[in-house]
């Protein structure tokens, strides 16, 4: 084999590996209020705030018949709205749109299933549950698990092993906000550090 064919060979794997997976998800309210992002491409602080300003300038505005694919160089958008909720993956360009669309599908059901008709308070308050779900799903954005009774038996497990490890007294919540940064914290409405369900413990 050439170094022409192996070098070719090697491009092709690799830009195959990057149309596997994600880059990043974000759940964006009507109003440009972010209810959930995970990034799973390493990205700069600068770099994300530009994503997000580019998620409300470019999607929000967007009529509900206009197609739902929006090319961003090395990424694009690719969103579906349930409700008052968009939700917008950044998917590499040589990935497939109608299988990120099914992706996104997947874990929406997931959540309904979790939540009983997930709406945006649900995301609100329990942003903890919701990152559960998708990491159970998706790891290092890349769909890992599409059983969606599969998924809600290992966060219902999960639960259980915290309740048994929760000290008498002791809120569930605090115990899980202990695994949370302090930006998961803010959103859920708890200081940082605080004990309860809104950091008044």
């Known amino acids: ?44 602080e600068s770099q994300k705030k530009r994503i997000l300003r580019d998620i409300a300038a470019d999607v929000l505005p967007r009529q509900a018949k206009m197609c739902n694919i929006i090319e961003k160089g090395e990424y694009k958008f690719v969103y579906r709205r349930y409700a008052s909720l968009y939700f917008i993956v950044g998917a590499p360009v040589e990935m497939n749109e109608l299988i990120v669309l099914e992706q996104i599908h997947l874990f929406v059901e997931a959540l309904d299933g979790y939540f009983n008709s997930v709406c945006e308070l649900d995301l609100v308050f329990s942003l903890h549950k919701s990152l559960m779900i998708l990491f159970e799903m998706f790891i290092g954005g890349m769909l890992c698990e599409s059983n969606r009774r599969e998924v809600l038996q290992q966060i219902v497990e999960a639960e259980e092993l915290v309740e048994q490890m929760t000290k008498p007294g002791e809120d569930t919540s605090s115990q899980l906000d202990d695994g949370l940064s302090f930006q998961e914290q803010f959103q859920l409405g708890r200081k940082p550090g605080a004990r309860g369900p809104r950091g008044n413990r």
């Not at 990057?18 to 990205?43: D, H, P, T």
Request: proline share 0%.
């Open 1 to 44: 084999m050439t170094d022409f064919d192996q070098d070719t060979l090697t491009k092709s794997k690799a830009t195959a590996a990057a149309a596997c997976g994600w880059n990043f998800i974000v759940l964006m309210s009507r109003q440009g209020k972010i209810r959930l992002s995970e990034f799973f491409s390493s990205y700069t």
